[in-house]
């Protein structure tokens, strides 16, 4: 009995001291920008960068209310996508961190412009949550609802596409800030259980995509007005006929808007992501190309029509509304108390087509412009291939 009593008081002490230590190391040890390491520094220096361009031009990625620049972060350092394994986890904007015996302040260059950074005790139990092998959630710190992001070296060295620090973070911090109390995924109301997989329905698709294919290339607000005009009349009489698809205006606007985010950032600071992006020149493909990719099995499955291609339609369309001077992130912005608007919402009321029954004989010259009876072709073989 005496010796198993003086085992645990040995290992109850042993533990004590390995605290004690990592206590210490994380107070006093490497607590400069110069003395991390380069993958740590590295992150550092992309948040300095979209902190930067939020501090001054917020309102070309959002609006002038959206700083996530003041938004509270917790960065953790892992050995890859999902990792379980923890390394060093930096804290930024969270109140009262500097009196706490678990944290450490780090100290960076003025150049950086950061607000004060600090580094978590690997025992600060206020993270424990953050172990779990996910590439960000929400933990509580201070009595503040904080959003931590994992970052590893590849996201940094040779990320895939949309998976670069910036970009992803962007992306998941919009939907845990800007997206709160957005509705439109509301218990899963923004996927479409059984999707209507037929021709037709492909065909018209085909048509959207042929429509937003023409915009994009157009400078001309009157242009890109009159194309998406066609485009809604099209959006119309496909949800006429298939009322079940409107699910996918609800994927357009949660997911477009925070991928509209990535693109806008992107736009920004010089680098090539967009729309439907490629990792080679011309760094993008067209709504057409992926549709006829697709169509002829060359590319992914017919299922990334279904859903995956609405963060893509969604920014899209958000992206030429703003070429086309229509209004809309106002009206976008959602909560329990007051319903926002899709994009699809936004265009029915800007052209004025809310409520109007649309036949064939409005579409006619629109389907025989974009080869309709081709495009029926390509549905059928989507329907084939197990679309």
């Given at each position: 009995m005496k010796k198993s009593k003086k085992a645990i008081v040995c290992i109850g002490v042993a533990l004590v001291a390995v605290l004690l230590l990592t206590i210490l190391s994380n107070k006093f040890y490497r607590t400069t920008f110069e003395s991390l390491?380069?993958?740590?520094?590295?992150?550092?220096?992309?948040?300095?960068?979209?902190?930067?361009?939020?501090?001054k031009s917020s309102d070309k990625l959002w609006d002038k209310d959206y700083r996530f620049d003041k938004e509270p972060l917790v960065l953790i350092g892992t050995n890859k996508d999902r990792g379980f394994w923890r390394?060093?986890?930096?804290?930024?904007?969270?109140?009262?961190?500097?009196?706490?015996?678990?944290?450490?302040?780090?100290?960076?260059?003025?150049?950086?412009?950061?607000?004060?950074?600090?580094?978590?005790?690997?025992?600060?139990?206020?993270?424990?949550?953050?172990?779990?092998?996910?590439?960000?959630s929400t933990l509580t710190i201070n009595d503040t609802e904080v959003m931590y992001y994992k970052y590893h070296p590849k996201m940094l060295n040779d990320p895939d596409l949309y998976f670069d620090f910036a970009s992803f973070l962007l992306h998941e911090a919009f939907h845990t800030y800007k997206q709160k109390e957005w509705t439109y995924d509301l218990n899963g109301s923004d996927h479409i259980v059984d999707y209507l997989a037929n021709k037709e329905n492909y065909a018209l698709m085909g048509v959207e995509f042929s429509l937003l294919d023409q915009a994009m290339t157009s400078n001309s607000p009157e242009t890109i007005q009159q194309l998406l005009y066609d485009w809604t009349l099209v959006r119309n009489y496909r949800y006429q006929k298939w009322p079940q698809l409107i699910a996918e205006t609800k994927t357009e606007a949660i997911e477009g808007s925070a991928r509209y985010i990535e693109y806008r950032y992107s736009q920004l600071t010089g680098g090539n992501l967009t729309v439907l992006a490629l990792k080679e020149k011309p760094y993008h493909i067209t709504f057409m190309q992926a549709f006829n990719y697709i169509a002829n099995g060359e590319a992914y499955s017919p299922s990334f029509l279904q859903r995956d291609i609405r963060y893509e339609t969604g920014s899209a369309l958000e992206l030429l509304m703003d070429k086309a001077n229509i209004a809309w992130k106002e009206a976008i912005e959602d909560r329990s108390?007051?319903?926002?608007?899709?994009?699809y919402e936004t265009l029915k009321a800007y052209f004025k087509l809310d409520g109007a029954a649309v036949d064939e004989l409005q579409l006619n010259p629109i389907k025989a412009k974009y080869d309709y009876e081709n495009l029926l072709r390509q549905g059928q073989k989507l329907v084939s291939i197990g679309g």
């Open positions: 390491n380069e993958t740590d520094q590295r992150m550092l220096r992309e948040l300095s960068t979209i902190y930067t361009n939020f501090e390394r060093e986890a930096y804290v930024v904007n969270v109140p009262q961190m500097e009196s706490n015996l678990f944290t450490a302040e780090i100290k960076t260059p003025d150049s950086l412009r950061l607000p004060k950074v600090y580094r978590l005790s690997r025992f600060d139990v206020r993270a424990l949550s953050a172990w779990f092998p996910a590439n960000f108390t007051q319903r926002g608007k899709t994009q």
